[in-house]
């Protein structure tokens, strides 16, 4: 079962919600996530595959800077071009192969993708279709965010004199390595069909292979 008891209680006219990065590629969760409310919305926030790899291995960079390179982790043989799946950064970006999963116990309509690019560079447009897929007023709007140049992402203001506004967290806006590009490329033409896929299923096309 899922722990439903261990989310706060609400009132009528308030929305608990949950969030673990995790759920989307974990096998179990879609059929404990219907079992515990077969009538859950479910949000996720997608970005390009290829970004998302180099990014949680600059992650994991940071806390064992003694691992192999990105190019050696993401082949199984790279002279035949053989990209290693069962590696988890890229795996997780093979979104088609994950929402087969959920699609086997919520309807699409239940489910909201969102693009991890528009997030940053339109943060309330990508904000109001979370309001509306919730059913909420569109409250959140330009007049709430600011960039910051120095993190190359947009901050949340806070309400008049209610202090700092709020900014994604030191780990957010580090430099990347620099990869090989012909790495890069390979990735690119690995993705693309589960990308399209992924369009296909979602009916929106995120861009990632323009």
């Not at 035949?80 to 699409?108: M, N, V």
């Not at 590009?181 to 323009?210: A, I, S």
Request: aromatic share 10%; net charge positive; with cysteine.
């Amino acid at each position: 079962a899922f722990p439903r008891d261990l989310m706060p209680r609400t009132l009528d006219g308030q929305i608990t919600m949950e969030k673990t990065p995790s759920y989307f590629v974990t096998r179990e969760a879609p059929a404990r996530i219907s079992a515990m409310s077969k009538d859950t919305k479910l949000i996720v926030v997608v970005r390009d595959p290829v970004t998302r790899a180099i990014s949680d291995y600059t992650q994991t960079l940071s806390k064992r800077p003694d691992i192999p390179t990105f190019e050696s982790l993401t082949f199984k043989n790279r002279t035949a071009g053989l990209i290693d799946t069962s590696w988890s950064a890229i795996q997780i970006g093979i979104y088609a192969k994950h929402l087969e999963r959920w699609l086997r116990h919520f309807p699409i309509g239940q489910m909201l993708f969102v693009s991890g690019e528009r997030l940053i560079s339109d943060p309330a447009g990508e904000l109001g279709r979370v309001q509306d897929f919730l059913g909420l007023k569109r409250i959140i709007t330009d007049k709430h965010f600011y960039f910051n140049k120095t993190k190359g992402f947009p901050c949340l203001k806070k309400a008049e004199g209610s202090g700092k506004p709020h900014c994604l967290g030191k780990t957010k806006g580090r430099p990347h390595p620099e990869i090989d590009r012909e790495v890069v490329r390979r990735l690119r033409d690995f993705y693309r069909p589960f990308n399209l896929k992924f369009y296909q299923m979602t009916g929106q096309d995120f861009g990632w292979d323009g």
